[in-house]
């Protein structure tokens, strides 16, 4: 396949096969003077051609790799600018698909998918960072992709990624890999404990990890995770988690959206505060800082969330970093003037980024499975929705997805008021009507 940059936003032919949703018109072909402008904003135009290119808005395919409510939220956004959007995910029942003009269902490898995907679409991104990074390389081969390949695979591994941290400078916690029997075993481990031995690999919401104090608890809980290769890092006295989500343009560009506050229950995010309630402005000016080093240092193209623990003493340590918009970064949808979605359109579509303007003070409430059960029982039930609505600045995003679980993502509630005070009291509202704890 031909190399090709963003030129042919809705000129290329050939229909999308597999689509669960009306085939879609590739639209008429772009001018052959706006095709090349666009195409100066291709990664093989290099970076200072991006700011010079005129992309095409209203126009053309977009496809991302993925199909879960970060890619719903994803093609929200891009068909509010007139982009059309092709999912590829094999699961039928797909809350992005579901949304999307094509819903592709076929594995992310499938290299018949792959090459439609390449064929139809002006550029690629993806919606979470599990994503086969070796799907990503093909389609760069053809079509602008971003994040890069290299970026999401060191996102994929936290042995990698805190190497990257290394390389940039970015403190971390005490670390060391756990890969083989005997390093499970080593004494050495000792002074991480107590710590909290992590998969490197697929670990998300607190799954693939285990809190281990001794050193044969190491080795136990590393042979009960079946001896795949993990990382040993240090507890760290937490005072409070925040994150940070950037996006980098191909033109070097870097914007961020504010400091979040988090807090997790069980390893899941369940709120997020912005501003951030108990954060200083040096200690939230230095994680945008970290930040964006690491977006510059990875050469990173899209939105790039990462997490930071302040510790009891104050200081910022990096957690992890996700390739994609992010949970915690859902309230910039109804609290800035771009949200994290629209910062990951622009930067795939080279369009121009601008800093994010937080206009309301928001919170965000996670809408987890467990919400549609009656407390203690298994019992199914709806979650009073016209309680929830009925408080002002409330704003309710489900996801469609069909079955409820214990721990499953299901949506989230954004209440945003003109003052901090105002929006948290809301929200406090708004967890006890639906039987959350308060925050
Ligand atoms: P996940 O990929 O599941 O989000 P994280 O590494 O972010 O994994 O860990 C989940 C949560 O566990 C964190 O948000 C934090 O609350 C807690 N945690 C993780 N690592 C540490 C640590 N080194 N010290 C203290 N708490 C930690
Ligand atoms: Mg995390």
Redo the contacts with the bound molecule.
């Keep these: 396949m031909a190399r090709r940059g963003l030129a042919p936003f809705g000129a290329k032919g050939g229909a999308v096969t597999g689509a669960a949703n009306p085939p879609a018109s590739l639209g008429a072909a772009m001018p052959a003077a706006a095709a090349q402008a666009v195409d100066a904003a291709s990664p093989a135009a290099g970076d200072a051609a991006g700011a010079a290119a005129r992309p095409v808005v209203g126009a053309g395919l977009l496809g991302v790799l993925g199909g879960g409510q970060l890619g719903r939220m994803f093609v929200h956004a891009a068909q509010v600018h007139g982009f059309r959007v092709a999912v590829l995910e094999p699961d039928a029942a797909s809350p992005a698909g579901a949304a999307a003009d094509v819903h592709l269902r076929a594995a992310y490898t499938d290299a018949a998918a792959l090459d439609e995907l390449a064929r139809t679409c002006a550029a690629v991104t993806t919606e979470f960072e599990n994503v086969p990074a070796a799907a990503l390389r093909t389609l760069a081969a053809c079509c602008a992709v971003s994040p890069p390949a290299d970026a999401v695979e060191v996102c994929q591994h936290?042995a990698r990624e805190k190497a990257a941290f290394d390389a940039a400078g970015v403190p971390c916690?005490p670390h060391a890999p756990v890969v083989t029997a005997e390093d499970a075993a080593a004494p050495a481990l000792a002074g991480l404990l107590p710590?909290?031995l992590?998969t490197s690999s697929l670990?998300?919401?607190?799954?693939?990890?285990a809190p281990v104090s001794t050193t044969g608890e190491v080795a136990a809980a590393w042979a009960a995770m079946g001896g795949v290769p993990c990382v040993l890092?240090?507890?760290?006295p937490?005072r409070h988690?925040i994150s940070v989500i950037v996006a980098r343009g191909r033109d070097g560009k870097v914007v961020h959206l504010p400091v979040q506050q988090?807090l997790?229950r069980q390893?899941i995010?369940a709120v997020t505060q912005v501003p951030a309630p108990d954060v200083p402005a040096a200690t939230a000016a230095q994680a945008v800082a970290l930040a964006q080093r690491l977006a510059q240092a990875l050469q990173y193209v899209g939105v790039l969330c990462v997490?930071f623990?302040v510790l009891d003493d104050g200081t910022l340590v990096a957690?992890?970093m996700a390739p994609r918009p992010h949970n915690s970064g859902h309230y910039s949808i109804d609290a800035c003037d771009v949200s994290q979605f629209d910062l990951q359109l622009r930067t795939l579509a080279g369009l121009p980024l601008v800093a994010p303007r937080l206009h309301s003070p928001a919170v965000m409430l996670n809408l987890l499975g467990d919400l549609w059960f009656t407390a203690g029982s298994d019992t199914p039930r709806t979650p009073d929705w016209p309680a929830v609505l009925a408080l002002p600045g409330a704003r309710l995003h489900l996801y469609g997805k069909a079955e409820a679980r214990r721990g499953r993502k299901m949506g989230h509630l954004t209440v945003t008021a003109a003052d901090a005070a105002t929006a948290r009291a809301t929200a406090l509202r708004a967890a006890v009507r639906l039987g959350l704890p308060a925050f």
């Design positions: 936290r916690a710590g909290i992590k670990g998300y919401d607190g799954k693939g990890q890092e240090r507890r760290l937490l988690e988090n997790h390893g995010l997490e623990f957690n992890e």
